[in-house]
Protein backbone atom coordinates (compact mmCIF):
# COMPACT_ATOMS: atom_id res chain seq x y z
CA UNK A 1 0.00 0.00 0.00
CA UNK A 2 1.48 3.61 -0.90
CA UNK A 3 1.58 5.93 1.99
CA UNK A 4 0.91 9.38 1.86
CA UNK A 5 2.64 11.55 4.57
CA UNK A 6 1.17 15.34 4.75
CA UNK A 7 3.27 17.89 6.51
CA UNK A 8 2.63 19.89 9.04
CA UNK A 9 -0.57 18.32 10.57
CA UNK A 10 -1.76 21.82 11.19
CA UNK A 11 -0.81 24.92 9.64
CA UNK A 12 -1.41 28.34 11.97
CA UNK A 13 -1.28 31.33 9.67
CA UNK A 14 -3.32 34.81 9.27
CA UNK A 15 -5.61 36.13 5.93
CA UNK A 16 -2.76 37.69 3.27
CA UNK A 17 -0.15 34.97 3.96
CA UNK A 18 1.50 32.31 1.45
CA UNK A 19 0.85 28.42 2.49
CA UNK A 20 2.57 25.11 1.63
CA UNK A 21 1.34 21.92 2.19
CA UNK A 22 3.78 18.62 1.59
CA UNK A 23 2.39 15.47 0.72
CA UNK A 24 5.30 12.67 0.76
CA UNK A 25 4.57 9.22 -1.28
CA UNK A 26 6.10 6.11 -0.33
CA UNK A 27 6.68 4.63 -3.60
CA UNK A 28 6.88 6.56 -7.09
CA UNK A 29 3.53 7.56 -7.98
CA UNK A 30 3.10 9.12 -11.51
CA UNK A 31 2.08 12.47 -10.78
CA UNK A 32 -1.18 12.18 -12.83
CA UNK A 33 -2.57 10.11 -10.18
CA UNK A 34 -2.01 12.67 -7.01
CA UNK A 35 -4.85 15.19 -6.53
CA UNK A 36 -5.96 17.66 -3.76
CA UNK A 37 -8.87 18.07 -1.90
CA UNK A 38 -10.31 20.84 0.53
CA UNK A 39 -13.26 19.78 2.90
CA UNK A 40 -15.12 21.30 5.28
CA UNK A 41 -17.70 20.66 8.26
CA UNK A 42 -21.26 19.80 6.50
CA UNK A 43 -19.71 20.59 2.43
CA UNK A 44 -19.22 18.29 0.03
CA UNK A 45 -15.59 17.88 -0.16
CA UNK A 46 -13.43 19.68 -2.99
CA UNK A 47 -11.00 18.80 -5.99
CA UNK A 48 -8.93 21.30 -6.40
CA UNK A 49 -5.65 20.22 -8.15
CA UNK A 50 -5.61 16.79 -10.20
CA UNK A 51 -2.56 15.56 -12.28
CA UNK A 52 -0.43 16.95 -9.61
CA UNK A 53 -0.49 20.50 -10.89
CA UNK A 54 -4.04 21.33 -13.25
CA UNK A 55 -6.38 23.46 -10.77
CA UNK A 56 -9.86 21.54 -11.52
CA UNK A 57 -12.56 23.97 -12.85
CA UNK A 58 -13.81 26.74 -10.47
CA UNK A 59 -10.36 26.89 -8.23
CA UNK A 60 -8.83 30.70 -8.00
CA UNK A 61 -5.32 30.98 -9.43
CA UNK A 62 -3.96 31.07 -5.42
CA UNK A 63 -3.98 27.35 -5.66
CA UNK A 64 -1.33 25.80 -7.15
CA UNK A 65 0.02 22.39 -6.97
CA UNK A 66 3.41 21.20 -7.96
CA UNK A 67 5.67 17.73 -8.04
CA UNK A 68 9.20 16.57 -7.05
CA UNK A 69 9.62 12.94 -7.35
CA UNK A 70 7.65 11.50 -4.32
CA UNK A 71 6.77 14.78 -2.86
CA UNK A 72 3.84 17.19 -4.23
CA UNK A 73 3.09 20.48 -2.92
CA UNK A 74 -0.29 22.47 -2.55
CA UNK A 75 0.57 25.89 -2.58
CA UNK A 76 -2.24 28.62 -1.86
CA UNK A 77 -0.57 32.18 -2.30
CA UNK A 78 -2.19 34.66 -0.47
CA UNK A 79 -4.37 33.32 1.98
CA UNK A 80 -8.36 33.87 2.03
CA UNK A 81 -11.01 33.48 5.22
CA UNK A 82 -12.58 30.70 2.90
CA UNK A 83 -9.42 29.02 2.81
CA UNK A 84 -9.60 27.76 6.05
CA UNK A 85 -9.92 24.21 6.02
CA UNK A 86 -8.07 20.49 6.24
CA UNK A 87 -6.62 19.47 2.81
CA UNK A 88 -5.76 15.91 1.81
CA UNK A 89 -3.87 14.71 -1.02
CA UNK A 90 -4.55 11.27 -2.81
CA UNK A 91 -3.36 9.08 -4.88
CA UNK A 92 -5.07 6.89 -7.01
CA UNK A 93 -2.13 5.24 -8.72
CA UNK A 94 -2.12 1.68 -7.15
CA UNK A 95 -4.34 -0.10 -5.32
CA UNK A 96 -5.86 0.60 -2.56
CA UNK A 97 -5.98 4.00 -3.59
CA UNK A 98 -4.93 6.63 -0.07
CA UNK A 99 -4.98 9.74 1.13
CA UNK A 100 -2.85 11.58 3.40
CA UNK A 101 -3.62 11.85 7.19
CA UNK A 102 -4.38 15.92 5.95
CA UNK A 103 -3.15 19.31 6.97
CA UNK A 104 -5.35 21.42 9.25
CA UNK A 105 -5.00 24.77 8.20
CA UNK A 106 -6.20 27.63 10.50
CA UNK A 107 -6.09 30.94 11.59
CA UNK A 108 -3.34 32.24 13.47
CA UNK B 1 -23.09 20.17 -12.29
CA UNK B 2 -23.31 16.67 -10.61
CA UNK B 3 -25.34 16.44 -7.81
CA UNK B 4 -24.93 13.45 -5.27
CA UNK B 5 -26.83 12.53 -2.11
CA UNK B 6 -25.98 9.90 0.08
CA UNK B 7 -28.79 8.33 2.35
CA UNK B 8 -29.56 5.41 4.11
CA UNK B 9 -29.75 4.82 8.39
CA UNK B 10 -27.85 7.05 10.57
CA UNK B 11 -27.68 4.22 13.41
CA UNK B 12 -26.60 0.07 13.18
CA UNK B 13 -26.60 -2.68 15.58
CA UNK B 14 -22.39 -4.26 15.81
CA UNK B 15 -22.84 -7.41 13.57
CA UNK B 16 -25.13 -5.97 11.01
CA UNK B 17 -25.13 -4.85 7.70
CA UNK B 18 -24.81 -1.14 7.20
CA UNK B 19 -26.65 -0.37 3.48
CA UNK B 20 -26.22 3.26 1.70
CA UNK B 21 -27.66 4.74 -1.35
CA UNK B 22 -26.38 7.67 -3.39
CA UNK B 23 -28.48 9.24 -5.73
CA UNK B 24 -27.30 11.08 -8.74
CA UNK B 25 -29.03 14.35 -10.31
CA UNK B 26 -28.01 17.26 -12.70
CA UNK B 27 -25.40 16.78 -15.58
CA UNK B 28 -21.92 16.64 -16.56
CA UNK B 29 -19.44 15.89 -19.16
CA UNK B 30 -18.80 12.36 -19.03
CA UNK B 31 -15.92 10.07 -20.47
CA UNK B 32 -16.38 6.10 -20.48
CA UNK B 33 -13.85 5.90 -17.84
CA UNK B 34 -16.11 7.65 -15.22
CA UNK B 35 -16.67 5.46 -12.22
CA UNK B 36 -18.82 5.87 -8.78
CA UNK B 37 -17.26 5.54 -5.41
CA UNK B 38 -17.16 5.18 -1.98
CA UNK B 39 -15.21 6.76 0.72
CA UNK B 40 -15.38 7.54 4.51
CA UNK B 41 -13.92 9.32 7.39
CA UNK B 42 -13.59 7.47 10.87
CA UNK B 43 -13.79 10.24 13.40
CA UNK B 44 -10.14 11.82 13.96
CA UNK B 45 -8.96 9.85 10.44
CA UNK B 46 -8.18 10.27 7.49
CA UNK B 47 -9.98 9.43 4.71
CA UNK B 48 -9.86 5.79 3.64
CA UNK B 49 -10.74 4.60 0.17
CA UNK B 50 -13.79 1.98 0.25
CA UNK B 51 -14.42 0.68 -3.20
CA UNK B 52 -15.02 1.70 -6.91
CA UNK B 53 -17.99 0.36 -9.21
CA UNK B 54 -18.96 1.56 -12.93
CA UNK B 55 -21.87 1.85 -14.95
CA UNK B 56 -21.17 -1.93 -16.10
CA UNK B 57 -21.01 -3.04 -12.59
CA UNK B 58 -17.18 -3.70 -12.42
CA UNK B 59 -15.92 -3.27 -9.31
CA UNK B 60 -12.72 -2.56 -7.62
CA UNK B 61 -12.82 -2.70 -3.63
CA UNK B 62 -10.57 -2.33 -0.48
CA UNK B 63 -8.56 -5.24 0.36
CA UNK B 64 -8.77 -4.62 4.03
CA UNK B 65 -12.87 -4.82 4.08
CA UNK B 66 -13.40 -6.58 0.40
CA UNK B 67 -14.41 -9.42 3.03
CA UNK B 68 -17.42 -7.30 4.04
CA UNK B 69 -18.44 -5.29 0.77
CA UNK B 70 -20.80 -5.32 -2.15
CA UNK B 71 -21.09 -2.07 -4.17
CA UNK B 72 -23.77 -2.23 -6.83
CA UNK B 73 -25.44 -0.01 -9.07
CA UNK B 74 -29.06 0.80 -11.05
CA UNK B 75 -28.15 3.21 -14.00
CA UNK B 76 -31.69 3.57 -14.91
CA UNK B 77 -32.48 5.09 -11.21
CA UNK B 78 -29.12 7.04 -11.30
CA UNK B 79 -27.85 5.14 -7.79
CA UNK B 80 -25.43 3.36 -6.63
CA UNK B 81 -25.21 1.47 -3.08
CA UNK B 82 -23.08 0.45 -0.64
CA UNK B 83 -23.42 -2.57 1.83
CA UNK B 84 -20.66 -2.97 4.28
CA UNK B 85 -21.46 -6.48 6.26
CA UNK B 86 -20.68 -7.33 10.42
CA UNK B 87 -19.82 -4.18 10.98
CA UNK B 88 -18.21 -3.19 14.27
CA UNK B 89 -18.07 0.55 16.02
CA UNK B 90 -14.83 0.84 13.57
CA UNK B 91 -17.03 1.60 11.08
CA UNK B 92 -18.30 4.34 12.59
CA UNK B 93 -17.85 7.39 10.53
CA UNK B 94 -18.91 10.33 7.75
CA UNK B 95 -19.84 8.18 4.49
CA UNK B 96 -18.99 10.06 1.40
CA UNK B 97 -19.83 8.99 -2.36
CA UNK B 98 -18.37 10.32 -5.13
CA UNK B 99 -17.49 10.88 -9.08
CA UNK B 100 -13.93 9.71 -10.00
CA UNK B 101 -13.60 11.30 -13.57
CA UNK B 102 -12.02 9.51 -16.47
CA UNK B 103 -10.58 13.04 -17.43
CA UNK B 104 -9.04 14.16 -14.70
CA UNK B 105 -8.20 10.86 -13.05
CA UNK B 106 -9.28 12.36 -9.66
CA UNK B 107 -12.54 12.63 -7.39
CA UNK B 108 -14.97 15.32 -9.09
CA UNK B 109 -17.90 15.61 -7.72
CA UNK B 110 -18.93 14.67 -4.17
CA UNK B 111 -21.99 13.97 -2.00
CA UNK B 112 -21.78 16.09 1.17
CA UNK B 113 -21.70 13.08 3.59
CA UNK B 114 -23.54 11.00 5.76
CA UNK B 115 -22.69 10.16 9.25
CA UNK B 116 -22.98 6.18 10.28
CA UNK B 117 -23.05 5.07 13.74
CA UNK B 118 -22.50 1.58 14.88
CA UNK B 119 -23.75 1.01 18.35
CA UNK B 120 -26.36 -0.84 20.23
Known amino acids: EIVMTQSPVTLSLSPGERATLSCRASQSVTRTYISWYQLKPGQAPRLLIYGASTRATGIPARFSGSASGTDFTLTISSLQPEDFAVYYCQQDYDLPYTFGQGTKLEIK | QLRLQESGPGLVRPSETLALTCTVS??????????WAWIRQPPGKRLEWIGN???????FYNPSLKSRLKISVDTSRKQFSLEVSSVTAADTGVYYC????????????WGQGTLVAVSS
Open chain 2, 98 to 109: ARHGGLKLAYDY
Open chain 2, 26 to 35: GDAIRSSSDY
Open chain 2, 53 to 59: IDDSGTT
